[in-house]
């Protein structure tokens, strides 16, 4: 929704690490977020790029590539209790904007 | 710390009906509030906004409102409910238009 394109769904095995893409219309661009949801709860803030490069949290990471309306979600060692559905969030201007999720598996 | 509040949990209504969902907000002064709509499967679609008390912007025309009474307390509300209007209303509250927005647990309608 609103030019924010991330794949549907994903599948990766546990232990593996996996990038989630997410591109964006830059105009009016203020910060990217990513949220986890899983099934049935609320999403919840997982990290926040302004600044082109990258951001590490232990086994998760976000990049951002402002020139390009590019940014991914790098998750490492995946466990089974990543599979959740990941949402990348565009702020601009005076609101902020969600992509549809992608649905990430876990398999063992 | 601050926290967000949804009530009800859950909620099955039938067509025609009104609806009023609450949100509240402790722990902080002043937030912007959200409300959203998830449909099964689906992203989250903005319904309304709101940075102050009275102020309320609305994103998408439909048979849905909101208000916001007091400073920390956002209601959504209809007069009657559609079919489509079942999904998960989830409630979020930010520091600011640009920060990170926080989210309640969520209030999953179903209408028949």
């Known amino acids: 929704g609103q030019n924010i394109d991330q794949p549907t769904e994903m599948t990766a095995t546990e232990g593996a690490i996996v990038q989630i893409n997410c591109t964006y219309q830059?105009?009016?661009?203020?910060?990217l977020f990513w949220y986890q949801q899983h099934a049935g709860e609320a999403p919840t803030f997982l990290s926040y790029n302004v600044l082109d490069g990258l951001e590490e949290k232990g086994r998760f990471s976000s990049f951002l590539s402002r020139s390009k309306g590019y940014s991914y979600l790098l998750l490492k060692e995946l466990q089974m209790k990543d599979s959740a559905s990941y949402l990348c969030?565009?702020?601009?201007?005076?609101?902020?904007?969600f992509g549809a999720g992608t649905r990430l598996t876990v398999k063992p | 710390s601050q926290t967000i509040h949804q009530w009800p949990a859950t909620l099955v209504q039938p067509v025609g009906s009104p609806l009023s969902l609450e949100c509240t907000v402790e722990?902080?002064?002043?937030?912007?509030l959200y409300w959203y709509r998830q449909a099964a499967g689906r992203g989250l679609q903005l319904l309304f906004y709101?940075?102050?008390?009275?102020?309320i912007s609305s994103e998408v025309p439909q048979n849905l409102s909101a208000s916001r009474p007091q400073d920390r307390q956002f209601i959504l509300s209809s007069k009657k409910l559609l079919l489509s209007d079942s999904g998960f209303y989830l409630c979020?509250?930010?520091?600011?238009?640009?920060?990170?927005?926080?989210f309640g647990p969520g209030t999953r309608l179903t209408v028949l």
């Open positions: 969030a565009r702020a601009n201007n005076n609101d902020m904007r």
């Open positions: 709101s940075v102050g008390i009275g102020q």
């Open positions: 830059t105009s009016g661009f203020n910060g």
């Open positions: 722990g902080t002064s002043n937030p912007n």
């Open positions: 979020a509250w930010s520091g600011g238009a640009l920060d990170t927005q926080y």
